[in-house]
């Protein structure tokens, strides 16, 4: 193994030229690319087929309120203490159906939300 301590102190020694160089050999031969904060980051595989099996899970959600059904009064209360809108925008966004009660909430307070939601007699559905 080599001497850390030594290739550091050359590292350090570098002129700002030959610092360019180097920059431009970790790049150019190993992918390798001084991030924003000045760490280093490593490439990532060329081919990105793992890039996209690999996606992120969803985090945010929007509760989108399909239909009051038949108890359209307990829907609009429940809407009123989740939104903590007035009675008549309560009652328009319940009766306009396929408006969002909640935008970007987590999955636990979506899932809540659309329980709560459900029990009072609405259809409900997480986008």
């Known amino acids: 193994m080599a001497d ?5 102190e050359e590292i350090v020694n570098l002129t700002l030229l030959e610092a ?14 001084p991030a924003a904060g000045g760490a280093v980051m490593m490439a990532g595989p060329a081919d990105g087929g793992a890039g996209a099996a690999a996606e992120e899970e969803k985090t945010e959600f ?25 009675l008549k925008e309560a009652k328009e966004l319940v009766e306009a159906g396929g408006k969002a009660v909640k935008e970007q909430v987590s999955k636990d307070e979506a899932e809540e939300i ?5 029990e009072a007699g609405a259809e ?3 986008k």
């Open 20 to 33: 360019q160089e180097l920059k431009t050999i970790l790049k150019d031969e190993y992918g390798i690319e």
């Open 4 to 8: 850390l301590k030594k290739l550091a």
């Open 62 to 86: 929007d509760v989108i309120l399909k239909s009051a059904g038949e108890k359209k009064i307990n829907v609009i209360k429940e809407v009123r203490a989740i939104t903590g809108l007035g």
């Open 114 to 118: 659309k329980k709560k939601l459900e």
């Open 124 to 126: 409900v559905e997480l």
